[in-house]
């Protein structure tokens, strides 16, 4: 189908119209296929640099689950690893050109680009992971989340996944971003390109970005600047029982212009002496 039938076959779906376990509910699996290749987003880019959430993909997502009985899988199968789930494990990693690394695991319905690699990590449904990006050890990408090309998630990272309310931004990492170890983000926070957020920054939707390169703090939240280098840190807020440091973000500097963006990288973190 094409994806306005496809749209319209889930909305009636999700509407009550129709039996998910029943034929209509092929739509679903058209939809997690198309997923699973790429063909299909739940958000992409626009013309003007903004995201669009195509919210009918995300539920087609939650019908997917409905469609499916939990089952064993994995081993039985020849993957060498035991599951007992509704959802199967991904495999087309060669024709898309991607390196799995045991016991990395991406879910059947997710997407990574030719020249990815996913180390002993963990990928969920509905996640797109653009070209040549790299998924450290024990690094996970949530549901729906958007990874853009020649992304490093460093080990330990937690970037959060979404799927109600099916309106709800994910996750958007763009291009050329470093995250570092142990780093979180989560909640529909955006980094933009070639940032680079240091070892251990935790960025909700409500964390404090607080931009200190000028001569005075500039704070805003859910968003992090192109080409910005970031670190941990902690305002001062009174409680009851006194006043003491809560978590923020902060923008200390900003990544060099390059046509070599490993270089600049690793400039940025020497120059602002960035824990990775």
Not at 9 to 14: D, M, R, T
Not at 99 to 123: D, E, H, K, N, T
Not at 259 to 273: G, H, I, Q, V
């Amino acid at each position: 189908m094409k994806n306005d039938t496809l749209r319209e076959a889930i909305l009636a779906l999700a509407a009550g119209d129709g039996d998910v376990r029943g034929r209509e509910g092929r739509a679903v699996d058209e939809v997690i296929e198309a997923l699973d290749e790429g063909a299909l987003r739940v958000a992409e880019p626009n013309a003007n640099g903004d995201w669009s959430v195509n919210a009918w993909v995300k539920q087609a997502i939650l019908l997917y689950f409905a469609r499916r009985d939990v089952a064993w899988m994995g081993e039985r199968e020849g993957d060498g690893l035991l599951f007992y789930d509704k959802l199967p494990i991904k495999r087309n990693y060669k024709k898309l050109g991607v390196r799995c690394v045991p016991p990395g695991v991406a879910r059947y319905g997710s997407f990574l680009g030719r020249g990815a690699i996913l180390m002993p990590g963990y990928v969920n449904i509905g996640a797109y992971v653009d070209e040549g990006t790299m998924i450290d050890t024990w690094a996970t990408v949530g549901s729906c989340a958007q990874i853009g090309k020649g992304v490093h998630l460093s080990g330990g990272v937690g970037i959060g996944g979404v799927l109600e309310p099916p309106q709800a931004s994910p996750v958007i990492v763009e291009d050329g971003a470093f995250v570092g170890s142990r780093c979180i983000v989560v909640e529909g926070v955006h980094v933009e390109r070639e940032a680079v957020l240091g070892a251990g920054v935790v960025l909700t939707a409500s964390t404090p970005i607080v931009d200190v390169r000028g001569e005075q703090p500039v704070t805003t939240k859910g968003r992090i600047p192109a080409r910005s280098v970031v670190i941990p840190g902690t305002l001062p807020k009174r409680f009851p029982a006194g006043e003491f440091g809560v978590p923020c973000a902060l923008v200390i500097g900003t990544r060099s212009e390059s046509t070599d963006r490993k270089t600049s990288l690793n400039a940025a973190l020497r120059e602002y002496e960035v824990a990775v």
